[in-house]
């Protein structure tokens, strides 16, 4: 079984900054890509931002300059760091790998349980 298990939202005010973490657990080969993505009341889930393994980072037009995501490989553990938080960055914030259950085959996609991030004016 695999597990991603999020942490570090709340609630701050705007211009203000939090970061998330999200730490996988269980048993498994190696992870892929990680990521964070964001559903907002009434809005589709979107993708926020985006490593793969070797490093390599993809951003939201609307966040980039402003959040920075990074990883841990040895604690398989992805960060998402917001700074400069704005009322509309408000959503339930969701950990997603792509993790490799063993060494042959195709990586499963795994998503954490979400984290709120409240943003007030």
């Known amino acids: 079984q695999v597990q991603l298990v999020e942490s570090g939202g709340g609630l701050v005010q705007a211009g203000g900054s939090l970061r998330l973490s999200c730490a996988a657990s269980?048993?498994?080969?190696?992870?892929?890509?990680m990521g964070w993505y964001r559903q907002a009341p009434g809005k589709q889930r979107e993708l926020v931002a985006r490593?793969?393994?070797?490093?390599?980072?993809n951003y939201a037009d609307s966040v980039k300059g402003r959040f920075t995501i990074s990883r841990d490989n040895a604690k398989n553990t992805v960060y998402l760091q917001m700074n400069s938080l704005k009322p509309e960055d408000t959503a339930v914030y969701y950990c997603?790998?792509?993790?490799?259950?063993?060494?042959?085959?195709?990586?499963?996609?795994?998503w954490g349980q979400g984290t709120q991030v409240t943003v007030s004016s």
């Open positions: 997603n790998a792509d993790i490799y259950r063993r060494f042959l085959g195709s990586p499963s996609a795994y």
């Open positions: 269980g048993s498994f080969f190696s992870i892929d890509a």
């Open positions: 490593i793969i393994s070797g490093g390599s980072t």
